[in-house]
């Protein structure tokens, strides 16, 4: 982009107003230019397609894009694409007809889109004399009253004398300087307004960026449609650029994508940072002058440049009043792409008239049920700051975690704001993050504490079932968890749980930590009789299996006492038929040890020798000591490792 493109400043005024009340003339008379280029629009004298017209300003680094809308009933669409991203809103008023339907209904769309700042014409003034024109003044005065108009200034004019022109224009150029910039999320945004074809060139589509840049051999997405393509060439305000930023008017020529393909509507933006969407949260603002609006009532929502029919779920009653508010959701019969804080309008579809608007809370939000509090709650929380909206976004994505990635486009926010509001809500314990290879996952602390609850309960409930056993089979605990989770989730509460001491794991088992086998009294009777078997036999002790046939107990029983003494540590199990008490495995510890410090290595039979025990007790004794990493075996003989 040329050094003058790239640092002058733009501002987008766009008109409105009742059909025939004059804006195309008037933007003539302010810039020269007639709006109107179709043939349909000089045959029949009105304007049915947006018109893009400059205007110089006092600051010739100053340069004002007025956008022409139509004004009559049936083209309201087409007003609302122009109308959605102006910073100067020009309300134009006839002075032979005064505020008619449509300037009421372009004055309830203005507001509706929170346009920041304006400016009211009237129009004609050459038709009507000085008091006339005080009494009009007066008239419009009352009808801005309580909106963004109320201090705007009112500005008699007249295309045919020029009367108030220039006056106009220095004034739209004094409003618009004073408009606050547009906060960039720094990824690139485009809705779609229009679409041509340049002989040379192809197809050309054209908007004002919201947000980001584009740069000639850039990749851009259509959303929703998902085609992908490139950026061949640029123009900004008419100028060719290599380059285009938040808040300019901007031409895309893009490369191989036939004009038929797209439309208005469309949003162009960096790829895979949009997600298509039939559904939007908001809360729904009706205007004193519609009438009543009942739950499910068919409608047609405008947000950016596009259109389309939807149902109106009224979230916490079954009726909204006229000048009422009230969370909703909109059900749309086709997809479309917004973001949180896009603002939006709903016409009726018979009779055609604004009725409402307001902002997206949530442009990707599940089926919701009416009049559930935590709904409704969540939706508050959308109405909130970045971090409030930043844990809604992890909260709802209730038992699976969710990536940063997906916040920053469920949110569209600048990447840092999110990050630090993430950062704030892991330091006030609200969520919980985990570092991955390619990205964090953040886990909400409700979820977090429920699924570790599930998990702990799980293993809990195995050992219930299972009384003679330490611990539970690890697939089987997995299995469970996801039917309640996804994988990386399961894997984000098992690592914070070992990590955490809550519970351990080791190949197949998982168990919890310090958990302890019951026993009733007459179980720890017979506990104490088998430890004193164990001690008394010292090394050669008896096999298990005949300790329970001396003592005359069940098998299950005898397993969940042995199972309890393994736990205490007060038996040590060598194997299935060979256990120590925990005495007489300390004596045999340190001759182990001993041997291996005086001689490097030891085999079976040389501790075989050592004991005076059998070969199954010192086989037995070795396994269980490269099992537990004390010892390792290279080939017949076990070494430190």
């Not at 486009?409 to 991955?436: F, S």
């Not at 994988?487 to 190949?507: K, Y």
């Amino acid at each position: 982009m040329s050094s003058d493109t790239q640092s002058r400043k733009h501002i987008i005024v766009g008109t409105s107003g009742h059909i025939d009340h004059g804006k195309t003339a008037l933007v003539k008379a302010m810039t020269g230019v007639d709006a109107d280029t179709l043939a349909e629009e000089k045959r029949r004298g009105i304007t049915i397609e947006l018109g893009f017209v400059f205007m110089k300003t006092p600051d010739p680094n100053c340069e004002a894009l007025i956008i022409d809308v139509p004004g009559h009933e049936k083209l309201i669409k087409t007003m609302v694409a122009g109308a959605a991203n102006i910073d100067v809103a020009v309300l134009v008023v006839a002075a032979d007809d005064g505020v008619n339907k449509q300037t009421e209904e372009h004055f309830d769309i203005l507001r509706t889109l929170e346009i920041p700042a304006g400016v009211v014409a009237l129009t004609k003034c050459d038709l009507i004399n000085e008091d006339e024109t005080k009494e009009l003044t007066k008239a419009v005065r009352r009808f801005v009253r309580h909106s963004f108009l109320e201090r705007a200034p009112i500005i008699a004019t007249s295309a045919i004398d020029r009367t108030g022109i220039d006056e106009l224009k220095q004034t739209i150029y004094e409003v618009g300087s004073a408009v606050r910039h547009r906060r960039d999320t720094g990824v690139f945004r485009l809705p779609v307004d229009r679409v041509f074809t340049m002989q040379g060139f192809g197809t050309v589509v054209a908007g004002t960026v919201l947000s980001g840049a584009i740069e000639a051999g850039d990749e851009v997405e259509v959303f929703p449609e998902g085609i992908r393509t490139k950026v061949r060439g640029v123009q900004v305000h008419h100028e060719k650029a290599n380059k285009s930023v938040i808040g300019k008017r901007t031409a895309l020529n893009l490369l191989n994508v036939e004009k038929d393909r797209l439309h208005r509507g469309q949003t162009l933006g960096a790829p895979d940072t949009l997600l298509p969407s039939n559904r939007f949260d908001g809360n729904l603002n009706l205007l004193k002058s519609s009438r009543v609006l009942k739950n499910l009532t068919r409608v047609k929502f405008y947000t950016g440049t596009s259109e389309s029919l939807c149902r109106v779920a009224l979230l916490d009653r079954n009726k909204l009043q006229p000048g009422d508010s009230g969370p909703a959701q909109f059900i749309l019969e086709s997809q479309t792409v917004a973001l949180p804080g896009d603002r939006y309008v709903i016409r009726t579809v018979s009779p055609l008239m604004t009725v409402g608007g307001g902002v997206i809370l949530d442009a990707n939000p599940v089926k919701h049920k009416r009049f559930d509090e935590n709904v409704l709650a969540g939706l508050k929380k959308l109405e909130g700051n970045t971090e409030a909206q930043t844990e809604q976004m992890v909260f709802q994505a209730g038992n699976n975690s969710i990536e940063n990635k997906t916040i920053f486009v469920l949110l569209g926010k600048a990447e840092a704001d999110i990050t630090a509001a993430l950062d704030a809500l892991v330091d006030a314990n609200k969520i919980h993050a985990r570092q991955e290879a390619k990205t964090i996952r953040y886990l909400h602390a409700d979820f977090r504490k429920s699924l570790c609850e599930r998990f702990v309960g799980l293993i809990n409930q195995f050992l219930q079932r299972n009384p003679d056993q330490l611990s539970a089979p690890f697939n089987d605990m997995r299995s469970a968890m996801l039917k309640h989770t996804d994988q990386p989730t399961f894997r984000f509460i098992l690592d914070e749980l070992i990590a955490e001491q809550v519970i351990e794991r080791e190949g197949t088992s998982i168990w919890l930590c310090g958990y302890q086998v019951p026993l009733s009294s007459a179980e720890e009777h017979i506990a104490e009789q088998v430890e004193k078997i164990l001690i008394d036999a010292g090394i050669e002790c008896p096999l298990t299996e005949k300790i329970r046939k001396r003592l005359d107990v069940e098998q299950s029983k005898f397993n969940k006492i042995m199972a309890a003494l393994n736990n205490r540590k007060r038996v040590i199990r060598m194997t299935n038929k060979v256990s120590y008490h925990q005495k007489t495995f300390a004596k045999i510890e340190e001759i182990v040890l001993n041997l291996l410090e005086k001689n490097h290595s030891i085999t079976i039979a040389q501790l075989r020798d050592e004991l005076g025990v059998s070969r199954k007790y010192t086989q037995a004794i070795l396994e269980y000591f490269d099992e537990a990493g004390i010892t390792v075996r290279e080939g017949d003989k076990h070494i430190l490792p």
